[in-house]
């Protein structure tokens, strides 16, 4: 409608309407509900205006084009549009008609037959719903569910098409329109992504280039996903990382971590930096996880879970307890208040069968909290050392 009213006096105006139908087309024809702009766009090429008979065979050859496109589309009223399309073919050639519509007929039958499944899954979906945050409603639940269902539907490959990028195009589809309603849906994006990654990859081995190209749309889906409602969100950041990393695009898998880090702003970073370690250690080793957990330490807003992650990789992956133990008593100078992070080191420092040690460590524990929580700490470390070690507790005890 706009380029329209805009540029109706102007010589290109054909083309430019033309090409603003394509492009309308590639970005809704698949909805179940496009097909007044199939309609709209075949009235408008057959206004238009040819001279010689190769201008006319040119604008019969675009008509026809345009009509066998919508009529093996799966969308409402598609039966008017084959019998406008049979109509049409006879009117140019008798002979060729019933041999182009034979042909067709098998794809016209398929789209219908699609269409009217589709017609009955989307009846009660509400595609007008803004999109807001989560919000738990029942309304909001059911609505959801009945999404999840047309895009489990979708996945069954109704179409019945051998085409690989068929299936994903419908499919992916589908999640789009999906998430124009429930875009603050961290689940939405991360089950879109992972379909897109899985067919990627199943079409590698038949297409190198092409499921290269797809898990590149990977990449892209991830980057809106942030760029858009997931901004903040660390699900969507670790599962970014989490691909990329399986791509050995480990500077790509760093700027992720970095930019999550950098959006959270005052929030608290320590779980953005036990992901981070994490994935350093896997992709290039302890020294990587190190240099990490150094900038966990100079960051202001990052909480004692990073230090007792870091202990406890170090720990685990280079059998060292020195350097846990020097963590933990790095970490204990800022968090000596915390009684979680208190409990953490203790439940490290009794499976290392060091008695005296420990009881030394419960008793500078229980010494280092404030007084309002010394009593609940003293119940809690007294019933963490009955769980793991029955003669440790006692010996504390007495």
């Keep these: 409608m706009y380029v329209r009213e805009t540029k109706a006096s102007l010589p290109?105006?054909?083309?430019?309407m033309t090409q603003a139908y394509e492009f309308a087309l590639s970005k809704v024809g698949q909805d179940i509900g496009s097909t007044?702009?199939?309609?709209?766009?075949?009235?408008?090429?057959?206004?238009?205006?040819?001279?010689?008979s190769f201008a006319e065979n040119q604008k019969i050859a675009s008509i026809r084009r345009v009509y066998q496109r919508v009529i093996a589309s799966p969308i409402l009223n598609i039966e008017p549009l084959w019998k406008e399309y049979n109509q049409f073919e006879n009117n140019i050639n008798k002979v060729l008609a019933k041999r182009l519509c034979e042909e067709k007929s098998r794809d016209f039958k398929n789209a219908l037959r699609v269409a009217k499944e589709a017609d009955v899954l989307f009846r009660d979906v509400d595609k007008g719903i803004p999109s807001v945050p989560p919000g738990n409603l029942v309304s909001e639940q059911q609505q959801l569910r009945?999404?999840?269902?047309?895009?489990?539907?979708?996945?069954?490959?109704?179409?019945r098409s051998d085409n690989p990028s068929v299936v994903k195009k419908r499919v992916m589809f589908t999640y789009e329109q999906c998430l124009l309603v429930f875009g603050h849906h961290p689940d939405i994006w991360y089950e879109a992504a992972h379909f897109l990654t899985e067919s990627a990859r199943a079409l590698t081995d038949k297409s190198e280039t092409l499921g290269?190209?797809?898990?590149?749309?990977?990449?892209?889906?991830?980057?809106?996903?942030i760029g858009l409602f997931m901004g903040t969100n660390h699900f969507l950041y670790f599962?970014?990382?989490?691909?990329?990393?399986?791509?050995?695009h480990y500077d790509k898998c760093h700027e992720v971590y970095a930019r999550l880090v950098k959006a959270l702003g005052d929030s608290d970073?320590?779980?953005?930096?036990?992901?981070?370690?994490r994935f350093a250690?896997?992709?290039?080793?302890?020294?990587?996880?190190?240099l990490v957990f150094k900038k966990a330490r100079e960051d202001?807003?990052?909480?004692?879970?990073?230090?007792?992650?870091?202990?406890?990789m170090e720990y685990t992956c280079s059998k060292d307890k020195n350097i846990a133990i020097k963590i933990f008593e790095l970490g204990l100078k800022r968090f000596a208040i915390e009684i979680e992070y208190a409990k953490a080191y203790l439940e490290f420092m009794i499976p290392l069968n060091e008695d005296n040690n420990t009881r030394v460590l419960f008793e500078r524990l229980i010494g280092g909290l404030p007084e309002e929580k010394s009593r609940f700490g003293h119940g809690l470390f007294t019933s963490t050392l009955l769980q793991c070690s029955v003669d440790l507790c006692l010996l504390i005890v007495r």
């Excluded at 290109?12 to 430019?16: N, P, S």
């Excluded at 009945?146 to 179409?159: C, R, S």
């Excluded at 290269?212 to 996903?225: H, N, P, S």
């Excluded at 202001?300 to 406890?312: D, E, G, K, N, T």
């Design 12 to 16: 290109g105006f054909r083309e430019k």
């Design 36 to 52: 007044q702009i199939w309609v709209d766009y075949i009235a408008f090429l057959r206004t238009g205006e040819a001279s010689g």
């Design 146 to 159: 009945l999404w999840k269902k047309i895009i489990a539907w979708e996945k069954t490959n109704p179409f």
């Design 212 to 225: 290269k190209e797809w898990l590149d749309e990977v990449t892209m889906f991830y980057e809106r996903a």
């Design 239 to 248: 599962a970014y990382a989490d691909f990329e990393q399986s791509r050995m």
């Design 269 to 277: 970073h320590s779980l953005a930096y036990v992901q981070y370690m």
């Design 281 to 290: 250690r896997q992709a290039e080793g302890m020294k990587a996880a190190r």
């Design 300 to 312: 202001p807003h990052c909480s004692y879970p990073a230090f007792v992650a870091a202990a406890l």
